[in-house]
């Protein structure tokens, strides 16, 4: 049997106090549970690699998924992504609320790869909830946040159903009652061709007033849906996996303490962590897909916790082009 005590979450009623401690939770790194309009989010800062990594861990989630940075308002989204007039029409119109738009990430935006698992957009949302507008506020930072569940679970629409699914898990739940919405926000992606990528608190119709006729994810051919998109992120240079040795004209991603020598390696965790792995894995590949290489070597990362994500990510970015 495990100690109750020791799995039972901080759950605070949101005082301006529990607010400044939940802002304080997210600056040293660590995961607050705070209600939005839709339903709880999992929140930690969006531009810390290793707290962005440990939302990861806290759902157990199979693979990386990307997840939703929360932003104040228009002029905090516009940091972070190109801006359009697609999502100037829909922000007027639809934010704040259960809406997020999927744009391409700018190059000075400071926010972790891993939010966006290597891919080259952000997706981003004003929330309407006036808590997380105040934790936002008061956290001065981008605020990454999945649905506050572990992975297969349906998402929490109360403070109770966070601490029954996550426990311990998070540092701090914020307690700001039931959502009003209850359903997850409306993605839409505005990279290319205005695409609906999961239906939810805005209707369809209501951003086709604005946009027109939008594609849908798995309709017609699209190849758009999340999960799809997701798997495109591969670096140039092919990968080898469960590498024990590194050519002269290889790179070498690196895991543990027993890496061999290599001309260029990373390390994603010289200690064997899979939080720090986890956190360094889009930026390393990143910084070795160089040119005048012929590959790179990865060396086994091991198929537990956040590992299995790892190696998801890993084994998709090891597949043949197609
Ligand atoms: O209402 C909501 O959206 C809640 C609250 C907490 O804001 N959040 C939420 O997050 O539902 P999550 O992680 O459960 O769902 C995020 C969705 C997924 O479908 C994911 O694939 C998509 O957004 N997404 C995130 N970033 C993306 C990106 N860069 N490109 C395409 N899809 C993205
Ligand atoms: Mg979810």
Redesign the pocket.
Known sequence: MTDPLATAPRVLAATPDAIAEAARVLRRGGLVAFP?E????LGADATDDRAVAAIFAAKERPRF????V?VANVAAAQALVDWSDAAARLADRFWPG?L?L?LLRRAEARVSLLV?TG?D???V?V?AHPLAQELLRAAGMPIA????NRSGEV?PTRAEHVAQSLGSAVDLILDGGPCAVGL??T?V?LTGPPAL??P??VPREDIEEELGKLEVAGEGGTPKS??M??NHYAPGLPLRLDATDAAADEALLAFGPDAPAAAVTLNLSPTGDLAEAAANLFAHLRALDRPGLRGIAVMAVPERGLGRAINDRLRRAAAPRT
């Open positions: 939005t839709t339903v709880y989010g998924n990307p997840l939703i929360h259960p997020t999927v966006s891919l957009s952000v997706a949302r929330p946040a999945p649905s506050a998402s997850e926000s993605v992606d990528l999961r939810g608190g999340p999960g998109l997701a």
